[in-house]
């Protein structure tokens, strides 16, 4: 019990003094460039990292440990800041400012149709439920992916993270996305029922889901596929190969390997990133 609240107070001086820091610099350092806070494996920053990279946008990324920053520094991630006053908060804020700031003709001012509308609404409940699926398989399973994935640079050391970081993030995210078995067993249930339509949708052979084009749909459904399916081209981290993973997580993907939804993000991300 005290060693667990020794690593709380141990990051919360370590966060606390990060975000003195960064808040007084940003007050007196003009920034060369947009600066994208982001961590290593996020679908939400996946999103908004491949959609800035195909506007050719310039921009720096700068990688957090996950969970301690959002709670030690009120940061929620990704976040885009433009200039010493303005930040963006998420990924829609993000999509949505820069769709008002480059021509048409690209990803992003692709009408959609009422159906497309409705199923990218329904995207954030999948991605909700994919990080659940992955989470409660590769905590428990695959400990030492997880510790890779949330330090890969972050510039942390990777015994103080695993030592210190790791336990108080692994409680927080267990707790706060409710990875409990029960949570574990539904998100599947539902995650199970989305790729159906996505395959669905997908049947007839077309590259785009809207059976013409690449649009925003294609870029967020691809974006949360991505990590279940062990994209290789994934933008921010090297995703484990299946090999790597031990055999309860194999066991539990596998399923979700070869459907027509997975090779359409395979082949997506072979095109367009």
């Known amino acids: 019990m005290w060693g667990f609240l020794g690593g709380v107070l141990g990051a919360g001086v370590l966060f606390g003094v990060h975000k003195v820091y960064s808040n007084y610099a940003r ?7 947009p600066v994208l806070y982001s961590l290593k ?25 996950p969970v301690l920053g959002l709670l030690l520094t009120g940061r929620t991630l990704p976040a ?47 991605g909700k439920d994919v990080r659940r699926f992955l989470y409660g398989k590769l905590l ?10 949330w330090t890969a640079g972050t510039g942390l050391s990777a015994a103080f993270s695993d030592v210190v970081l790791y336990p108080v993030a692994k409680f927080l995210m267990v707790t706060l996305l409710k ?14 029922e ?14 785009y889901l809207n059976g013409k084009q690449l649009s925003e749909l294609d870029v967020v459904v691809c974006s949360l596929l991505a990590p279940l399916v062990l994209e290789p081209k994934y933008g921010g981290a090297k ?29 997506l991300y072979a095109r367009h990133r």
Request: aromatic fraction near 8%; glycine fraction near 4%; charged fraction near 30%.
């Open 27 to 33: 007050l007196f350092t003009p920034l060369k460039k």
């Open 41 to 65: 494996i996020s679908h939400y920053v996946e999103k908004a990292r491949w959609s800035l990279d195909m506007l050719q946008v310039d921009y720096e990324e700068r990688f957090s440990y």
């Open 80 to 126: 885009l800041q433009l200039s010493v006053t303005t930040t963006l908060g998420d990924s829609d804020d993000i999509l949505n400012y820069f769709r008002g700031k480059h021509p048409r003709g690209n990803f992003l001012s692709v009408e959609l149709s009422a159906t497309e509308q409705k199923l990218l609404a329904e995207m954030d409940a999948f």
């Open 140 to 149: 428990k399973h695959s400990p030492h992916i997880v510790k890779r994935l």
């Open 179 to 192: 990875i409990t078995p029960k949570g574990i067993e539904r998100s599947q249930g539902q995650m199970e």
């Open 194 to 207: 989305t790729l159906d339509k996505l395959d669905s949708l997908l049947a007839d052979g077309r590259e």
């Open 239 to 267: 995703l484990p190969r299946m090999e790597e993973l031990d055999s309860a997580t194999r066991d539990a993907i596998a399923p979700y390997q070869d459907r027509p939804c997975a090779r359409y993000c395979h082949a």
